[in-house]
């Protein structure tokens, strides 16, 4: 039998994407994933499809383990061969417990090893223009617990050095214990004026950063309803100049963002809202369902190489139509001579993915312009055309072609059905104004939305409306919805660019 390991894995400091490269290697290698509370879930996404994902939150309550059962977990994974993930939130061995389950597992003599990552004190200085060091008036940074500090007699923070601190002091776990915390320095000696920042959620499109003199920063952080997890910076540091405020100054940061394609359509999205501060809300409106087990796309498909183009509306279509080859033992020579266009860049992006360069991408992406501006490009009188869609696309495309004189096959590769999701929940945060906007990229996703959500709901309310071309608008308009912006480029970028645009 393989003998087990064991990898302390820090996940960072919230944001999924602030994992390190070793991180993410070893998550998509474990057999079996223990997982913090404060470890982002979405860094599971990793996980390979065997793997075992075991989730232990160690606050009070159903479902919680005590630090006991987290050893004995650790133990009996690895010694039946596993290789296992302990994924902990933040840096493992800060103020994280990596210490004692390390020493566990040298005790009983299974190989670690463990894989540092981006401490909450740093990235929640930084994600908020804070510099813990500076040249001017920091050359010392102390990393404390706000955990021990209570009234405990054991406590190890000696309160007189600590007020004396010629430097930045960055607590953890501090919420619980903050008017204590302030009263010791206080007494100790510290001055009253010490700038103070809290920094709650950090990394996330949901930070908050409350801002005021040592003194005032309890009560400060009442008012404005800072909630765990938050990091205390005391100190001169702590009176940063906003203008170093880089995260919470983009255009989407703190907005809540709802995307309405498939499900992997929608991950795919929200990671560019994430990307751009925002916080995505999921709510799948579509499945997308492939057809290339028909006998009229496998007949197709045996002879691809007769066309002179063949042509593709949608990612989505030229990911089902690889997979099919891939399923098939197949690969891009089955196109032969024939030229491939592409809708728009993304589209043009995932033939790239299979090292396939479309020979012709219009300039404003969709399908008329497809056609307008194919017929411009090449002679197409007598041409074979294929077109390789959804089973929903328009006749306008195929239309236009004709009329210039092209032979054109119309085969559907896939087709899309309506999704139900949970629909009470986002019912309610529209109706209460906490959503920003709706997103909406293809009139697949417009119908599925609304055949769950009544529009003159979205209308009565603050909620925007995207949409990410013209089409899709129409399709608003036709169900009576308020369309605010449509995107000027006909693509995820372009229709999160529109919604920036209008925040500026
Ligand atoms: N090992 C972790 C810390 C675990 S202790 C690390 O290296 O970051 C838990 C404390 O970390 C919380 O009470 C809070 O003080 C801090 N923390 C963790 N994530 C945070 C976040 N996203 N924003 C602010 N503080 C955070």
């Given at each position: 039998?393989?003998?087990?390991?064991?990898?302390?894995?820090?996940?960072?400091?919230?944001?999924?994407?602030?994992?390190?490269?070793?991180?993410?290697?070893?998550?998509?290698?474990?057999?079996?994933?223990?997982?913090?509370?404060?470890?982002?879930?979405?860094?599971?996404?990793?996980?390979?499809?065997?793997?075992?994902?075991?989730?232990?939150?160690?606050?009070?309550?159903?479902?919680?383990?005590?630090?006991?059962?987290?050893?004995?977990?650790?133990?009996?994974?690895?010694?039946?061969?596993?290789?296992?993930?302990?994924?902990?939130?933040?840096?493992?061995?800060?103020?994280?417990?990596?210490?004692?389950?390390?020493?566990?597992?040298?005790?009983?003599?299974?190989?670690?090893?463990?894989?540092?990552?981006?401490?909450?004190?740093?990235?929640?200085?930084?994600?908020?223009?804070?510099?813990?060091?500076?040249?001017?008036?920091?050359?010392?940074?102390?990393?404390?617990?706000?955990?021990?500090?209570?009234?405990?007699?054991?406590?190890?923070?000696?309160?007189?050095?600590?007020?004396?601190?010629?430097?930045?002091?960055?607590?953890?776990?501090?919420?619980?214990?903050?008017?204590?915390?302030?009263?010791?320095?206080?007494?100790?000696?510290?001055?009253?004026?010490?700038?103070?920042?809290?920094?709650?959620?950090?990394?996330?499109?949901?930070?908050?950063?409350?801002?005021?003199?040592?003194?005032?920063?309890?009560?400060?952080?009442?008012?404005?309803?800072?909630?765990?997890?938050?990091?205390?910076?005391?100190?001169?540091?702590?009176?940063?100049?906003?203008?170093?405020?880089?995260?919470?100054?983009?255009?989407?940061?703190?907005?809540?963002?709802?995307?309405?394609?498939?499900?992997?359509?929608?991950?795919?999205?929200?990671?560019?809202?994430?990307?751009?501060?925002?916080?995505?809300?999921?709510?799948?409106?579509?499945?997308?369902?492939?057809?290339?087990?028909?006998?009229?796309?496998?007949?197709?498909?045996?002879?691809?190489?007769?066309?002179?183009?063949?042509?593709?509306?949608?990612?989505?279509?030229?990911?089902?139509?690889?997979?099919?080859?891939?399923?098939?033992?197949?690969?891009?020579?089955?196109?032969?001579?024939?030229?491939?266009?592409?809708?728009?860049?993304?589209?043009?992006?995932?033939?790239?993915?299979?090292?396939?360069?479309?020979?012709?991408?219009?300039?404003?992406?969709?399908?008329?312009?497809?056609?307008?501006?194919?017929?411009?490009?090449?002679?197409?009188?007598?041409?074979?055309?294929?077109?390789?869609?959804?089973?929903?696309?328009?006749?306008?495309?195929?239309e236009l072609l004709e009329q210039a004189g092209a032979k054109v096959d119309n085969v559907a590769i896939y087709t899309v059905v309506t999704e139900k999701s949970e629909c009470k929940w986002l019912t309610e945060k529209i109706a209460e104004g906490a959503v920003d906007w709706l997103t909406f990229a293809s009139p697949s996703s417009v119908k599925g939305f609304f055949a769950q959500i009544r529009s003159d709901l979205v209308n009565s309310s603050n909620v925007k409306v995207a949409s990410i071309g013209p089409v899709t608008s129409q399709h608003l308009?036709?169900?009576?919805?308020?369309?605010?912006?449509?995107?000027?480029?006909?693509?995820?970028?372009?229709?999160?660019?529109?919604?920036?645009?209008?925040?500026?």
């Amino acid at each position: 039998m393989n003998k087990g390991f064991v990898y302390l894995v820090g996940a960072g400091p919230g944001r999924a994407d602030l994992i390190t490269v070793r991180g993410a290697e070893l998550l998509k290698a474990a057999d079996c994933i223990i997982c913090d509370k404060l470890a982002n879930p979405a860094l599971l996404s990793y996980a390979g499809p065997n793997a075992e994902i075991i989730h232990v939150p160690k606050r009070i309550g159903s479902g919680s383990f005590t630090q006991q059962e987290i050893n004995n977990l650790l133990i009996e994974k690895a010694s039946s061969g596993k290789t296992v993930v302990r994924l902990k939130g933040g840096d493992p061995c800060i103020f994280g417990r990596g210490a004692e389950e390390a020493a566990l597992l040298a005790e009983a003599g299974i190989d670690f090893e463990i894989v540092p990552a981006v401490t909450a004190a740093i990235a929640a200085a930084e994600y908020s223009g804070i510099m813990l060091t500076h040249r001017d008036y920091s050359s010392q940074v102390v990393f404390i617990t706000g955990h021990e500090a209570d009234n405990k007699a054991n406590t190890n923070i000696d309160w007189h050095l600590l007020a004396k601190f010629p430097g930045t002091i960055v607590f953890y776990m501090a919420m619980g214990n903050l008017d204590f915390i302030v009263e010791q320095l206080i007494k100790n000696g510290m001055a009253e004026e010490m700038p103070a920042a809290v920094i709650a959620d950090a990394t996330l499109s949901s930070q908050r950063v409350a801002k005021a003199s040592l003194s005032r920063i309890s009560e400060k952080c009442k008012q404005e309803k800072t909630e765990p997890p938050a990091i205390v910076v005391i100190g001169t540091a702590a009176d940063s100049n906003t203008k170093l405020s880089w995260f919470m100054k983009k255009p989407l940061f703190g907005r809540n963002i709802v995307v309405t394609r498939d499900v992997p359509g929608n991950a795919g999205f929200a990671a560019k809202i994430i990307k751009h501060a925002g916080n995505p809300i999921e709510f799948a409106t579509i499945r997308i369902k492939p057809l290339t087990q028909t006998s009229q796309f496998l007949q197709t498909l045996a002879k691809l190489a007769e066309y002179d183009w063949i042509i593709f509306t949608s990612a989505n279509g030229v990911s089902i139509f690889l997979d099919c080859l891939r399923s098939l033992q197949k690969d891009s020579r089955v196109f032969g001579p024939a030229k491939i266009a592409a809708i728009g860049s993304e589209t043009a992006a995932k033939l790239d993915e299979f090292s396939i360069k479309a020979d012709f991408v219009p300039t404003v992406f969709t399908g008329k312009e497809l056609g307008k501006q194919l017929i411009g490009f090449a002679n197409l009188k007598g041409k074979k055309i294929l077109l390789l869609r959804s089973q929903l696309a328009s006749d306008e495309l195929g239309e236009l072609l004709e009329q210039a004189g092209a032979k054109v096959d119309n085969v559907a590769i896939y087709t899309v059905v309506t999704e139900k999701s949970e629909c009470k929940w986002l019912t309610e945060k529209i109706a209460e104004g906490a959503v920003d906007w709706l997103t909406f990229a293809s009139p697949s996703s417009v119908k599925g939305f609304f055949a769950q959500i009544r529009s003159d709901l979205v209308n009565s309310s603050n909620v925007k409306v995207a949409s990410i071309g013209p089409v899709t608008s129409q399709h608003l308009k036709n169900l009576g919805v308020r369309v605010d912006v449509t995107a000027r480029e006909h693509t995820t970028d372009g229709l999160l660019a529109a919604i920036e645009r209008t925040h500026e």
